[in-house]
């Protein structure tokens, strides 16, 4: 079975302090990890994945399979940032391209 | 940029009521999803739908649900008897192709809410 844990599910910074939201995950495969955005009263918006290694919105998030985490990280926090951050898994194999979600962490960044 | 719809944002109906929730996919996509999220609790994946039959779905989506794509363009999630319980936010979702690489693209959501 696969399972995503977000263990905090709020988290409050100071602009432009560093962010770090914590995902683990339990998947017997390899799996595929994502990070989604829901900003307020806004639809669920991918923000990355792993297997493209990109930065976006100065977010990044690095897959340790040996942890099984995949954090989402953010040297200097932004007011914009505030939102909620959903980190989800796709299992590879047949049948297993839905995504399993965590269950959220609610950044909010203090002016 | 393209986006899921769905239709009505919100709805309020009577336990034991029949509830239909609309969706319009992108349109080039071709696998569809239903996930859904009680309040304060986390998405969870109720169904998939690919080729006009159901590829997947979990243990929530049981007899009471069922999923159509009537025309080419909507996709549509029936609860047959609404229970309190499902009261929640139902989103929509496609993705062009089958690969895990490839985006899912959500819609904004609509919120049941069963009395």
């Known amino acids: 079975a696969q399972r995503v844990t977000q263990p905090e599910k709020l988290l409050s910074v100071f602009k432009g302090a560093p962010v770090e939201l914590k995902c683990n995950y339990s998947?017997?495969?390899?799996?595929?990890l994502f990070w989604y955005v829901q900003y307020s009263r806004q639809r669920l918006q991918l923000l990355l994945r792993?297997?493209s290694r990109e930065s976006i919105k100065g977010f990044t998030a690095d897959l340790n399979k040996g942890e099984t985490s995949f954090h989402l990280k953010k040297p200097f926090a932004q007011e914009e940032d505030s939102a909620m951050y959903y980190c989800?898994?796709?299992?590879?194999?047949?049948?297993?391209?839905?995504?399993?979600f965590g269950k959220g962490t609610k950044l909010s960044v203090i002016p | 940029e393209p986006e899921v719809t769905q239709t009505p944002s919100h709805q309020v109906t009577q336990m034991g009521q029949e509830v239909i929730l609309r969706c319009v996919p992108i349109?080039?996509?071709?696998?569809f999803y239903w996930y859904r999220q009680i309040l304060g609790q986390k998405v969870e994946f109720l169904v998939s739908?690919?080729?006009?039959?159901?590829?997947?779905k979990s243990e929530i989506f049981d007899d009471q649900f069922s999923v159509e794509r009537p025309d080419g363009s909507n996709f549509t999630l029936k609860i047959r008897s609404t229970k309190l319980e499902d009261s929640a936010m139902y989103f929509c979702?496609?993705?062009?192709?089958?690969?895990?690489?490839?985006?899912?693209?959500f819609g904004e959501g609509s919120w049941l809410t069963v009395v």
């Open positions: 979702a496609s993705k062009w192709d089958r690969g895990s690489g490839n985006t899912i693209y």
């Open positions: 998947y017997s495969g390899s799996p595929e």
């Open positions: 792993h297997i």
């Open positions: 989800a898994l796709s299992g590879r194999g047949a049948g297993s391209y839905q995504l399993t």
């Open positions: 349109s080039n996509h071709l696998y």
């Open positions: 739908f690919y080729n006009n039959e159901i590829s997947e």
